[in-house]
């Protein structure tokens, strides 16, 4: 019996001694585990809430309080006549850049005061007037059958969806609403999916940073705050074009 561990032993010392040779002939180093990188992490966006203040709903998005919605009522204050002067949109519409056959969404297209300015400018394609109160978009189809114009189509849209088939606009508008979505997270999710592939948003908001704009806080933005918004959401800043009086023109493409 002892003869027979006595023939093992070698056998045993040789397969200790070969890993230690290995060992020293990667010049000393004991091997180490395999490093691997950290997974990437993003945190999802998320809201909260808080005491809601005097023109805010209590609901916070990214350190945002989302503003009161501008009702119906407020048609007169959109078609004022000091608008031009004000905000210029004529400029504004001058800088989007539209092929004639563009499909491009108005969200919250109110009483389609861009609507019907931008619908000279899309004369093979069509302006999707979204807005999720049927009051303007009843306003909307009397004033496109009193203009006899053909290419703006009142849509309804949800606070949450604006309810468009996937890849189907080559831009969407967004004059002064964003602010008052109550779903921003959802509301960017869907319009990215409705957006073709390299689909840019024109996001138009009262300046934040400029204490000029006679506009309450709630309902202006900074450019800061929607790029961060909008970047969380999949999108990608591409310039915030100069030049309006109260506004930002800031530009922003599906990645």
């Known amino acids: 019996m002892k003869s027979r561990y006595l023939i093992l ?3 045993i010392l040789l397969a200790l001694l070969i890993p230690l040779a290995i060992v020293h002939n990667q010049k000393g180093k004991l091997p180490t585990a395999p490093t691997l990188a950290p997974a990437a992490f993003v945190e999802a966006p998320t ?3 808080a005491p809601p203040s005097p023109d805010g709903i209590g609901k916070i998005f990214m350190g945002r309080e989302i503003s009161h919605v501008m009702g119906h009522q407020g048609l007169n204050w959109l078609e004022r006549n000091e608008r031009e002067m004000e905000e210029a949109p004529s400029r504004a519409i001058a800088l989007l850049d539209l092929m004639p056959e563009a499909v491009i969404a108005d969200i919250g297209a109110g009483s389609g005061y861009y ?5 000279p400018l899309v004369p093979r394609g069509k302006v999707i007037a979204v807005d999720i109160q049927q009051e303007m978009l009843d306003f909307l189809k009397a004033e496109s059958a009193k ?12 606070i949450d969806d604006i309810k468009l088939p996937p890849d189907t606009l080559d831009a969407a508008l967004m ?3 964003y602010h ?9 999710t869907s319009l990215h999916k409705a957006l073709k592939p390299g689909g840019k948003i024109y996001l138009l908001e009262y300046r934040a940073e400029d204490p000029r704009v006679p506009i309450k806080p709630l309902h202006k933005m900074s450019e800061a705050q929607a790029r961060k918004e909008f970047e969380a959401l999949g999108f990608t800043f591409v310039e915030n074009k100069p ?3 109260w506004q930002h023109f800031l530009i922003f493409e599906k990645s």
């Open 9 to 11: 032993a070698p056998i």
């Open 180 to 188: 008052e979505f109550s779903h921003p997270i959802e509301m960017l």
């Open 147 to 158: 203009r006899e114009v053909t290419n703006v189509q009142p849509h309804l849209g949800a």
């Open 175 to 177: 004059v002064d609403s």
């Open 47 to 49: 809201y909260t809430t």
């Open 115 to 119: 609507s019907f300015r931008i619908a």
């Open 243 to 245: 030049g309006l009086p």
